[in-house]
């Protein structure tokens, strides 16, 4: 071995660094998280919402995902906004419980700092914009015109489109600007009336027609910490038109979290044909009929958010 002809330290310090890359490219691989309906909790669920739990160790992670098929008579989907009129955030407990909907996670980015709350992104609510698309962002005194990914809720369904708005309508364009760190672009192609009832913003895109495809350059999270592992919530929906919400654990020992292109991994194995980012970090938490599923990696438990995507089983 080399390691024999070596000073101690020497040796000592190399194997050191053998097992840090080790441990990186442990935390690089791809998920595989094997999963297993929860019947306790599908029991008190119509058969259109299922939920599941996962695990793969070797990383480690712990997740869950639900799944709302559409059309169905007995469950539909709105995107819903805090009522709290002091600062506009409460726990998604808080969301499940005032609503009744059986099924909440978080939803998109906000002002954590200001209050009341600003949403940071597109936000429509029964058809009416309470937060407008970002337009732009700075980055290194540079300015990028933005076209980031939405979930919408449609009158047929579901769709994700990276989306803009202006005044009282929305469109969605065919790709975002294909920006490059220092180098901006501008948004191409013709953009379509969006119809959505309820809209949500986030980003980045993870998954587009069925490929992972993680548009964070372009919808410039670059020089952001969105990027990096961290716990998640994510929405996609399948070839079909079922809805898949999914919240991985992190920064725990059994569950370390995942990176974007980790995340748009898992959202495809689930059979996404288009999926999003969502908050995540303090803000990932999953409830199903007013049950905690997952752990918030926050000391004080569930964070407080501004918006949030409510299932109600009728």
């Not at 194997?15 to 008190?44: C, D, F, H, K, Y």
């Not at 309470?130 to 009158?155: C, D, F, N, Q, W």
């Not at 009929?289 to 926050?298: A, D, I, K, Q």
Request: some cysteine; overall charge negative; aromatic content about 4%.
């Amino acid at each position: 071995m080399l390691a024999d002809r070596m000073p101690a330290w020497v040796a000592s310090l190399a194997l050191a660094i053998v097992a840090l890359i080790g441990a990186t490219g442990a935390q690089a691989r791809t998920p595989r998280v094997q999963w297993q309906p929860m019947e306790s909790l599908n029991a008190e669920l119509p058969v259109a919402v299922r939920v599941f739990s996962g695990a793969d160790p070797k990383i480690p992670l712990r997740a869950w995902h639900v799944s709302v098929r559409p059309g169905a008579d007995s469950a539909r989907t709105e995107i819903l906004l805090s009522g709290d009129a002091d600062d506009r955030r409460e726990r998604v407990s808080a969301f499940a419980a005032n609503t009744g909907a059986c099924v909440v996670v978080n939803g998109g980015f906000f002002s954590m700092e200001r209050i009341p709350a600003t949403h940071a992104g597109l936000l429509v609510v029964d058809g009416e914009i309470k937060a407008p698309a970002t337009r732009s962002v700075a980055r290194g005194g540079i300015r990028y015109e933005t076209a980031r990914a939405a979930l919408g809720v449609m009158p047929d369904g579901f769709d994700i489109a990276w989306a803009t708005s202006r005044s009282d309508r929305l469109q969605a364009w065919p790709e975002p600007p294909p920006h490059i760190p220092g180098s901006p672009a501008k948004l191409k192609g013709e953009p379509v009336e969006w119809p959505a009832e309820d809209a949500l913003g986030a980003g980045p895109a993870l998954v587009s027609n069925g490929q992972a495809r993680v548009t964070a350059n372009e919808e410039v999270f670059f020089g952001s910490s969105i990027p990096d592992t961290h716990p998640r919530t994510a929405a996609g929906i399948r070839d079909d038109g079922t809805l898949l919400l999914l919240v991985v654990d992190g920064r725990q020992p059994a569950s370390r979290g995942v990176d974007l292109e980790q995340l748009a991994a898992i959202m495809v194995a689930l059979g996404a044909r288009e999926a999003l980012n969502l908050d995540g970090g303090g803000s990932s938490a999953l409830h199903v009929n007013n049950r905690l599923v997952n752990r918030p990696s926050g000391i004080a438990g569930e964070r407080q958010v501004m918006s949030a995507i409510g299932v109600f089983c009728d």
